[in-house]
């Protein structure tokens, strides 16, 4: 592999962990699944599109799932587009180039599922944010996605507190709270006591993937759209499409 290509695909790798964590909803399960694409792509005739989208390309032909249970509502194709679109920031031009579909396909099949995504089962949401506007916009997203709001925590103690007094369903924290402490700490104490499915808030999200430490399955950059929350939230609830 010429070293050009190779240097691309690691500036590529961060993004490419989100796209399978989200896609798996499994730290583990997408850190393997990025593994053996990369392998594929060593041996490989490289194609015509950049690096970053090769590798979703792989992880998206590499994924497999059961087939889906009646109480799944989006299908894994749909998934994938999702997340590739709203996670990824992907026209929809390239998402279908990525799944290998064409565009108008893939027009449809997202119309589809973004009808989808207000079906999703509902759960309570706890939110850690210093940031009182930011908050208020988050509780407002989590809310028009069908969600409760659990609680509202702009400290790490806050939010410790918080998860211990309502159990939350699932934990949307930012990582910078400030003088208030450190999200990801926030998070690891209320892991030792109650367990939930957690997206982490970041504006650079690449320096929380680099796979030195312990690191969440679902990350979202800062700012985001609606759309962007209403997916992770849906992955992060439903656990991802089961792998086979």
């Not at 993004?15 to 798996?24: D, G, N, P, S």
């Not at 979703?56 to 497999?64: E, L």
């Not at 104490?189 to 982490?200: D, K």
Request: glycine share 6%; charged share 20%.
């Amino acid at each position: 592999m010429p070293l050009s290509r190779r240097q691309d695909l690691i500036r590529a790798l961060p993004y490419a962990r989100r796209y399978a964590r989200a896609l798996t909803g499994s730290q583990p399960r997408g850190d393997l699944l990025v593994a053996e694409s990369l392998r594929g792509l060593a041996v490989a005739e490289a194609g015509p599109m950049p690096a970053r989208q090769c590798l979703y390309q792989w992880i998206s032909r590499q994924f497999r799932q059961n087939p889906a249970s009646d109480a799944e509502t989006l299908s894994v194709l749909e998934r994938k587009l999702l997340l590739l679109t709203s996670l990824e920031e992907l026209t929809t031009a390239q998402a279908a180039r990525v799944v290998d579909i064409e565009e108008a396909e893939a027009v449809e099949i997202l119309a589809h599922a973004h009808a989808g995504l207000r079906k999703v089962a509902q759960t309570s949401i706890l939110i850690i944010e210093d940031e009182p506007i930011i908050a208020m916009d988050i509780e407002d997203l989590v809310r028009w996605c069908g969600h409760e709001v659990a609680g509202v925590a702009a400290t790490e103690a806050d939010a410790v507190e918080l998860a211990r007094q309502t159990k939350p369903g699932l934990i949307l924290a930012d990582i910078n709270l400030g003088a208030g402490g450190d999200g990801a700490n926030a998070v690891a104490s209320i892991l030792r006591h109650h367990m939930a499915p957690v997206i982490f808030v970041t504006a650079y999200p690449e320096r929380l993937l680099t796979g030195e430490a312990i690191e969440p399955a679902f990350v979202i950059t800062k700012p985001f759209e609606p759309m962007t929350l209403a997916i992770a939230t849906y992955q992060a609830v439903t656990g991802g499409p089961r792998i086979t």
